[in-house]
């Protein structure tokens, strides 16, 4: 008896492997990504493209992605990248003291906001120092890849403001 289950164990192993061999999408690596090129291949072609050149002060703001997204940077960046430990330029114009000076959007108050002693600072906190990292210029280019995803904004206001910090704690008991 024990023999006969180990064949039928045998057989079906064999069974199983066929079938999911037969089923695999298989993908050669240089298929994979957008490049269209060998992943060892430092020989890409970028297609041409220009970040917006029009300066801060005079560019149009970009609508939200979705509610509470990262608002996109509209204006031209030439010169105030990269941030530094010693130099931010952003905080220059973004900072909540300097922005109505500057006619910017001030930063929200969730970028003052201390989540580790869970108190209000009056400077922007070490976590969102490098504005870069979330917030990126935008060049005027086809997407490749179409994607029809469409935000919901509860609130018109959404589109072109954000107030995180005010609803962070929705839902939690
Ligand atoms: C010289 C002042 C100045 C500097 C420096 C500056 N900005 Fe701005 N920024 C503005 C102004 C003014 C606007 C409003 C749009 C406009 O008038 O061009 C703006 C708009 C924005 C917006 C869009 C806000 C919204 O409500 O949609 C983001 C995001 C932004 N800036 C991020 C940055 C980042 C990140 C840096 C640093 C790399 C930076 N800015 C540097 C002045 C500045
Ligand atoms: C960790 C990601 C992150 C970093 C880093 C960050 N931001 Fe933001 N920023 C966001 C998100 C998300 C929002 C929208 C939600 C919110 O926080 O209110 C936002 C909103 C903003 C807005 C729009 C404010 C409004 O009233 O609608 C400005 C302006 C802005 N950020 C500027 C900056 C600047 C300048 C820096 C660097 C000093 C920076 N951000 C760093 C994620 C980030």
Redesign the pocket.
Known sequence: MKYIINILAFILFFIGCASENGNRMSLDETELGLRSASLYSENVNLKEFTYSTTPAGESIVIERAYE????MIPHDVEGMLDITKEY?A??DC?SRENAPLMN????????TYDTFKDEQTNA?VD?????N???TPQANVKPIVGNNFKPDFRDQNSK??????EILDEGVK
């Not at 976590?127 to 504005?131: E, P, V």
């Not at 072109?160 to 910090?165: A, R, Y």
């Open positions: 509470n997204a990262p608002p931010n952003c905080i973004h910017a959007t001030p930063v929200p108050l969730s970028h922007i976590i969102r120092y490098n504005c990292l979330c917030h072109n403001k954000s107030n995180l910090l």
